[in-house]
């Protein structure tokens, strides 16, 4: 299998030339060094991917034909990754591997104990984090680009509308993660269609916050007798459910 992909904003169905130009365009040309007759996928982030070969490589754009498309392919279970902020370089390493990992979207959440959402720098910083996740997305084949979500307090994630299975990761009791994920859903051998993992920051859940989390219909789930670390909790979680749900 060829060893590169990049990502087109839009791939449309029947189209037989592709033009890449800006950062994937400077990716190809400067970083993976791609020559005229190699051949490279291209990914929209939708599920759909066409496998192309390069054409003409010039200072400003990259042209292409398209040789094959492949239909697109939907996972049997949308994992997403409610976590909360914490420093910034750890918080850029859980979006790229749970991006990695197969996860549908991730939702960063302020609560009591997390850092705070950087305020006039909050757009930017979104771009950052997507350009993060589709840099993932990239280098593990993905046909999917992780949706990043701007941030929210917990109370506002509290009260969206909930997915099939809603599970948070509590130092204070629940079943084993392990276990929860052994159910196969709504019926044998049937994952959910959707389920949010909820995961708390360095400091932990107030009483009040646990609290909250149960009401609003999250299962408490246990990864075992250490008390990990964040940005660990979260992606042991996230491959537990992605393996047993989604892959």
């Known amino acids: 299998m ?16 592709i033009v890449l130009e800006g950062e994937e365009h400077r990716h190809l040309a400067k ?8 051949t490279v996928w291209l990914f929209d982030g939708s599920g759909r991917r066409f496998l192309a ?8 754009r990259t042209s292409l034909a398209v040789l094959k498309a492949e ?16 420093e910034a370089k750890k918080f850029d390493a859980i979006l790229e591997k749970a991006s990695e990992l197969g996860c ?30 589709r840099e993932a997305a990239k280098q593990c084949k993905s046909r999917f680009v992780t949706e990043i979500h701007p941030s929210r307090p ?33 019926s044998p051998g049937s994952p959910p269609d959707a389920v949010v993992l909820l995961v708390g920051p360095t400091g932990g859940w107030t009483e009040g916050e646990e609290r909250d989390i149960r009401r609003a219909g999250f299962e408490a789930a246990s990864l075992g007798r250490r008390i990990l670390k964040s940005e660990t909790a979260a992606l042991a979680g996230i491959f537990l459910i992605v393996h047993h749900w989604s892959d």
């Open 154 to 186: 917990l109370r506002d994630l509290l009260r969206e509308p909930p997915a099939e299975r809603r599970i948070f990761l509590s130092e204070h009791g629940g079943r084993p993660l392990r276990d929860v994920v052994a159910d196969a859903g709504p």
């Open 104 to 133: 549908s979207n991730v939702l960063p959440v302020e609560s009591a104990c997390s850092l705070k959402a950087p305020g006039e720098r909050a757009e930017k910083k979104l771009e950052r984090w997507k350009r993060i996740a």
């Open 53 to 60: 070969r390069v054409e003409t490589v010039g200072e400003e």
């Open 31 to 38: 970083a993976a060094r791609v020559r005229p007759g190699e």
């Open 2 to 17: 060829t060893a590169n992909q990049f990502f087109v904003s839009r791939l449309a169905e029947g189209v037989s030339r």
């Open 71 to 86: 239909e697109p392919e939907t996972p049997r279970t949308r994992v997403m990754l409610a976590i909360c902020l914490v």
